[in-house]
């Protein structure tokens, strides 16, 4: 992984990294790898406090860029649209894991009325 720009948002309590990764012989990275990578580039850096966004590959290339941000603190994190947060597994603050399982079981009455 090679860090393209990086730049310090005190503002909003986070780094925004836009990095590239060439992956020869290798499938496009998973979002998973892709936070780790970056957890290990940024010093001190916690992989759930990563939030990867506009990851590109190019076709016909072993070249992906992205954009990364890496949050002081999961508070800060809430700047992030929900879905965002969703997809990067962060829970919400009040919400339990059994919460979020048993939710859907109401609606799943199989359509009769």
Do not use: W
């Amino acid at each position: 992984m090679k860090i393209i720009d990086r730049r310090e948002n005190q503002l909003l309590n986070r780094v925004e990294l836009n990095f590239s990764v060439t992956h020869e012989g290798k499938t496009t990275p998973s979002r998973s790898e892709l936070i780790q990578t970056v957890a290990k580039m940024e010093p001190g850096c916690k992989p759930s406090l990563v939030v990867v966004k506009k990851v590109n590959t190019r076709f016909g290339q072993a070249l992906t860029t992205g954009v990364a941000m890496v949050y002081n603190t999961r508070e800060a994190m809430n700047v992030e649209a929900p879905y965002v947060l969703e997809k990067h597994a962060v829970e919400k603050e009040g919400e339990k894991e059994g919460e979020k399982e048993g939710e859907g079981d109401a609606d799943n009455s199989g359509g009769e009325n």
